[in-house]
């Protein structure tokens, strides 16, 4: 698989706050946690980009 990658783009915390998650949020982070172990235990690239926002202070 040298032509494959796994790029997941926009994931954010704030998507699985119980106090207002996705749409199933639970079945998601599960998914996104099986594709990011297949394919760092595989052969397939990954690109792995993480960064905080923070809001300004009003």
């Known amino acids: 698989m040298p032509n494959t990658a796994l790029l997941i783009i926009d994931a954010q915390n704030e998507m699985f706050d119980p106090a207002n ?3 199933e949020s639970d079945k998601l982070l599960e998914n ?3 594709l990011i172990q297949k394919a760092r235990s595989g052969r397939m690239s990954s690109i792995e980009k993480v960064s905080e926002e923070f809001p300004e202070a009003s």
């Open 21 to 23: 998650p996705v749409h």
């Open 32 to 34: 996104l946690q099986t």
